[in-house]
């Protein structure tokens, strides 16, 4: 490659950043530097804390409200844009630097339209007319593949679906053709299939333009797609840079080398279960609706003793909502759930106590799962004398062998709240809450989503381990394939509140698939530069993400 | 149907759903005033035949629940009745029906007081609406600065002093040490527009300086409220200029809250401005409330209620309208 030719657009030369905690400045980077010249793609990839998005947004010489700059350089195409007054800044701003923000569900004004927004950086910068940036607009929605271009743009944001909202942003950040680009995750909270559309329109638009890009994201597989070269962040410290290829063949750090073994976690299947074994959970025919909207039809599964079914799906495909009919939270219309061959009351009110028992649940949001007022051991506590009937030095006694299960000092943490936890360790709790009740089933929601990804890994070994242990039954709700792969023995698809596929994990991971399952699969970012450009010449634009989930 | 005409149909029958039960609150408490106007008319040395004839004549002897009926059934048909205090008694003996003038009703009575109440709300609606927003974003663009500290302290401090004193420290500079606006406004009708609004100036200002401070600060609080949220960096991140992204992209998603405070204070206009009524001697809807209650004149007591009960559903009605049209995701549905 003959990029080290090109002229230097972006220097960051040794930048120190703190942010303001309780009257106390605290470090978010220290002293990281970076050089990205026109045309480049530099990855940014760290986990959460590490500081992407602040050292991102430094490199368009903004920072956030209680962040600043305290020493160190930044440079735009010979501008310094740390001395740089607010209005020059605001003229680079929108025209020549521009940002693509995580959610642009949250980051169009939910009270313009689409194109509106669109138009106001061409026209306050004067680049445009606005007639002019509207035609423009539309011309983009077309070559970032959004369905309605010519329409589209007249909607409010709230009309527009998640992964149109991202192709919308990515066409507004092009409004004024900068030269830089600052990409914010903009993949993270979408689904695979819709995630796959967007790499590829970004990617596309980027090359068409000659535009220089900052991709900033937490997921490997993504920034190997994107980026020529990776830099690595790991708590505000810069680890190592090289190119993508370099990097991901051969990475030096051993932090670096720990990110990229996190997808090697894989459990032995376990032998299928006897024919004739009464399944510890049997979901039967579910029907299930809220209020007058159908969620769920016809949906059927087992979950045997001491196995995990994984329920993959996108956002919207009733795994959650299956979930609350298996605990009695929302009551079925039809069907029946069965536990150990007996049905159990559809409504939460109507089970007893020890029905209710078998049924525990873990969230995927830790924080606000657990109440912020009460101390761990008073967290656990309660469920040991709710189901357990254990008191006092007894219950004190349960709660320290909880904590010693979840690997947890129990010294250390009984006493503290759960604002003093990070956030593996609260999902732990989240666990050592749902063990007190001694379930046999536990229905695990998105746990790991939330976390980063070697701490995801310590919550699914844990899990696994209290699996072989006790002989615990898992629902493992994810949208995740690779941690479905991971630790499940089943897999049950879902799409449209319909079961589309079931089987064995090994089977699920074996062609021929139900189309739908295949589309799954086949969108999940492989740690190869290539996946992408293969992907897109072996099954063309047309055949990935949304569009090919349409023409189902 | 579309769902904003559907809510505006709902909001709207609550609304006089309210107003019917706000009727009865209305009629229980009128009735429970101690003494009646009987009494109150006819003094300590009243002869028991005497009262009991009076309240023969204007009805009082009906059951409560049978005045109720005849009086909500009266309002709906606009007749506000007569007025006890005005009523000449010789129409209740049967004479007045041949002797042409007739008695005062209710409805004349009210009609020019409430039209110089609206007169007066409306001239400091003028006023102080667009200067509380005005106010309220430049205090949120400035936000910490001097200018948002003086005009915090300085409004905080007019809505803190009681109206009366608020309304002599304005006459004392305006009226008497530069008489530049007249101290008393006694207005009546056929004055020329433009007399009549010079005339009610120095009350506006007064109220005005009351109800500036609480839309003001609601302004600048939902504004600020925003200003953390991703579509607001994203439009500063645009290179957009600080007040446009105040105006252009938080103002419209901060209206709702703003709407409703500009709703309680315009009712707090129609319905409790009697102290600076009397202060300028302006002859409002309030100070006839007040004077109709010392003399247990029922029918216009009930009928001022009704009006302030009405006006106080009407303007939070529109208020909710108004918020449900703001929202572009009722407004533009999926």
């Avoid at chain 1, 997808?263 to 979901?283: C, I």
């Amino acid at each position: 490659m003959s990029e080290t030719d090109k002229p230097v657009l972006v220097e960051i030369k040794d930048i120190w950043i703190e942010g303001r905690s309780d009257e106390e400045w605290l470090p978010i980077i220290n002293g990281a530097s970076l050089t990205l010249r026109k045309g480049e793609v530099l990855g940014l990839i760290g986990e959460s804390g590490a500081g992407k998005s602040t050292l991102g947004l430094a490199a368009m010489g903004y920072t956030r409200d209680g962040v600043r700059i305290k020493s160190g350089s930044v440079t735009f195409d010979g501008v310094d844009l740390i001395a740089a007054s607010a209005a020059t800044k605001r003229d680079l701003l929108g025209k020549r630097i521009a940002y693509v923000a995580q959610s642009a569900a949250a980051s169009f004004n939910p009270a313009h339209k689409l194109i509106d927004q669109h138009v106001e950086a061409p026209v306050q910068h004067h680049v445009t007319s606005k007639s002019e940036a509207t035609d423009d607009g539309i011309e983009l929605y077309r070559r970032l593949r959004l369905p309605n271009p010519d329409e589209i743009g007249f909607r409010y944001p709230h009309q527009v679906s998640g992964g149109q909202l991202q192709r919308a942003m990515t066409a507004m950040a092009m409004s004024c053709r900068p030269d830089l680009i600052i990409f914010d995750e903009p993949t993270t909270a979408l689904d695979v299939t819709t995630q796959i559309e967007v790499l590829a329109a970004i990617r596309d638009i980027v090359e068409q333009f000659d535009t220089a890009a900052i991709y900033i994201t937490h997921d490997l597989a993504v920034v190997a797609q994107m980026a020529d070269r990776i830099k690595v962040l790991l708590k505000g410290d810069e680890v190592e840079e090289a190119d993508t290829r370099v990097m991901l063949e051969s990475p030096k750090d051993d932090y670096t080398k720990s990110l990229w073994a996190v997808r090697s976690f894989e459990r032995p299947a376990k032998p299928a279960p006897a024919v004739d074994a009464t399944p510890v959970v049997s979901v039967q025919n579910i029907t299930a609706a809220y209020g007058k909207l159908p969620v769920l039809h016809d949906v059927s599964f087992d979950i045997h003793a001491g196995r995990t079914v994984a329920v993959v799906g996108e956002s919207g495909s009733g795994k959650s909502t299956t979930a609350r009919v298996i605990t009695g939270l929302l009551p079925q219309l039809e069907g029946v759930v069965e536990f150990k061959g007996e049905a159990l009351p559809a409504d939460y009110h109507k089970r007893d106590r020890m029905q209710l028992r078998q049924a525990q649940m873990i969230y995927q949001m830790a924080d606000t799962a657990l109440n912020p007022r009460k101390p761990i051991g008073e967290i656990i506590g309660r469920p040991v004398e709710f189901y357990m009937g254990l008191r006092g030095r007894k219950k004190r006694e349960r709660v320290r062998e909880l904590l010693n299960e979840i690997e947890l000092e129990p010294d250390q943490f009984i006493d503290r709240l759960p604002s003093e936890l990070s956030g593996g360790q609260k999902q732990r709790v989240g666990i050592a809450r749902a063990l007190a009740a001694e379930p046999e089933f536990i229905i695990c929601d998105e746990v790991t989503s939330a976390l980063d990804q070697l701490v995801a890994e310590g919550i699914l070994r844990l899990l696994a381990r209290l699996q072989d242990e006790r002989g615990l039954s898992y629902m493992f709700i994810t949208h995740d394939l690779a941690t479905v792969n991971a630790i499940a023995d089943e897999v049950v698809v879902m799409k449209d509140g319909r079961v589309v596929e079931q089987g064995p994990k090994a089977d699920m991971f074996r062609p021929p698939h139900h189309p739908y399952t295949d589309l799954l699969l086949s969108s999940v970012p492989e740690m190869d530069p290539d996946w992408l450009t293969d992907l897109l010449a072996e099954r063309g634009v047309e055949n990935i993400g949304d569009a090919a989930v349409d023409k189902m | 149907m579309h769902p904003v005409l559907k809510i505006v149909i709902q909001r709207l029958l609550l609304g006089l759903l309210t107003l019917l039960a706000v009727s009865i609150i209305i009629f229980v408490a009128v009735n429970s005033l101690p003494g009646d106007f009987a009494q109150a008319i006819l003094g300590q040395s009243a002869t028991p035949e005497a009262v009991a004839a009076i309240r023969r004549d204007l009805g009082l002897d009906q059951p409560a629940v049978t005045r109720y009926f005849q009086w909500l059934g009266d309002m709906l048909t606009g007749n506000l009745g007569i007025s006890f205090a005005q009523a000449n008694f010789a129409s209740f003996v049967g004479t007045s029906a041949e002797s042409g003038s007739g008695p005062v009703t209710v409805a004349q009575q009210i009609a020019p007081r409430f039209e110089n109440t609206m007169f007066l709300a409306g001239v400091t609606a003028v006023i102080a609406v667009p200067m509380s927003l005005t106010l309220g974003i430049l205090a949120a663009l400035f936000r910490n600065s001097v200018f948002d500290r003086t005009a915090n302290i300085a409004s905080l401090s007019a809505v803190s002093s009681p109206e009366f004193f608020l309304a002599y420290i304005l006459i004392l500079f305006l009226a008497v040490l530069h008489p530049i606006l007249p101290s008393l406004s006694n207005i009546y009708e056929g004055m020329p527009f433009g007399e009549r609004l010079y005339r009610t100036l120095l009350p506006a200002l007064t109220l005005t300086l009351v109800v500036t401070a609480q839309m003001m600060r609601m302004t600048r609080a939902a504004i600020i409220n925003l200003l953390a949220s991703p579509y607001i960096e994203m439009a500063r991140l645009k290179g957009i200029s600080p007040m446009r992204v105040i105006v252009k992209h938080a103002l419209p998603n901060a209206l709702a809250p703003i709407i409703n405070v500009i709703a309680l204070n315009l009712a707090y206009l129609i319905t409790g401005v009697v102290v600076v009524e009397v202060v300028f001697v302006y002859p409002g809807i309030g100070q006839l409330f007040v004077d109709s209650v010392k003399n247990r004149d029922i029918p216009v007591v009930q009928a001022c209620c009704l009006i302030f009960a009405g006006a106080y559903i009407l303007l939070n009605l529109m208020a909710d309208v108004l918020s449900i049209l703001s929202n572009p995701r009722l407004r533009h549905p999926k």
